[in-house]
């Protein structure tokens, strides 16, 4: 699977351009193994899950088609949350501009979708172990100036 | 930012070894302009949103630590939901064989994060335009066997 073509591109399109974003490098084998994933079990509001996952709405947010200061964003929201980045890949749409984005965690992960004509984002933000998701929010706040966010949590995996 | 180093490493651990596995592809500029993503907002049992978002728990499932096996069910659903892949990551840790895997999709993104130990795996689907989510939650029963399995479902950015 690992040389499988990765891009199904769609048919009969002729809108304009979208581009797409990617950090990625190649890591020696004595560094990958120094990784391990904090996937320690987390007691939250008393209950005993596998992780928080926010689920965050951004209503009137401004900047949602800024792919550079998206990825900013993203990767602030990961340092403020404690959180170890593993991987983040971005992707530019048009007509709209509109972008998603996610960063793959230790921890596990956040995502953004964006639409700009809408002033609308809707985000996820899901960790586990020692990492602090709420610590996300002001992050975002501050980024995308919305008029309205959304922010509820799912505790995942609770009583496994 | 592009240029950035994209792992940031843990400190301090010495345990075996991780894997990372990726799939991507250079598309040439022709290929990028032909892309566009389905952001249509949705209605979905008469509401208006911008997509519907499904939020996946598995329990007593099977086969959460074989990375090419979670990559392919991912491929499976993306294509049962009539979904457009645009770019897939997997990471596998240790020490207890956990995967984190990413779909980004044209029309939003599918997560994994698997706990092997626990027989557990927390997924969320998310997707606009014309693909079928629920399409996908056969797929994963299939591919996972799960004892139980449950599904809830978010409809994002309603009222925008």
Chains 1, 2 share one sequence.
């Not at 990625?24 to 939250?44: G, L, T, Y």
């Not at 990961?78 to 048009?94: R, S």
């Not at 709420?134 to 509820?152: G, H, M, Q």
Request: with cysteine; charged share 20%.
């Amino acid at each position: 699977m690992r040389q499988n073509a990765l891009f199904q591109l769609g048919t009969g399109l002729g809108t304009p351009g979208t581009a797409r974003k990617e950090d990625f490098a190649i890591v020696s084998p004595a560094k990958v193994q120094a990784e391990e994933r904090d996937d320690h079990f987390v007691v939250r509001n008393g209950v005993r899950c596998a992780g928080a996952h926010l689920i965050v709405d951004l209503y009137g947010a401004e900047r949602l088609d800024d792919i550079d200061h998206i990825e900013t964003a993203l990767r602030r929201a990961v340092d403020a949350a404690n959180a170890t980045l593993l991987h983040i890949h971005l992707h530019h749409f048009e007509p709209n501009g509109g972008v998603s984005g996610v960063a793959v965690l230790a921890e596990s992960h956040i995502s953004i979708h964006t639409w700009p004509e809408n002033g609308y984002a809707a985000l996820d933000v899901f960790m586990c172990g020692k990492a602090d998701p709420d610590a996300c929010v002001p992050v975002l706040r501050e980024a995308f100036a919305p008029t309205n966010i959304a922010v509820s949590e799912l505790l995942r995996g609770q009583g496994v």
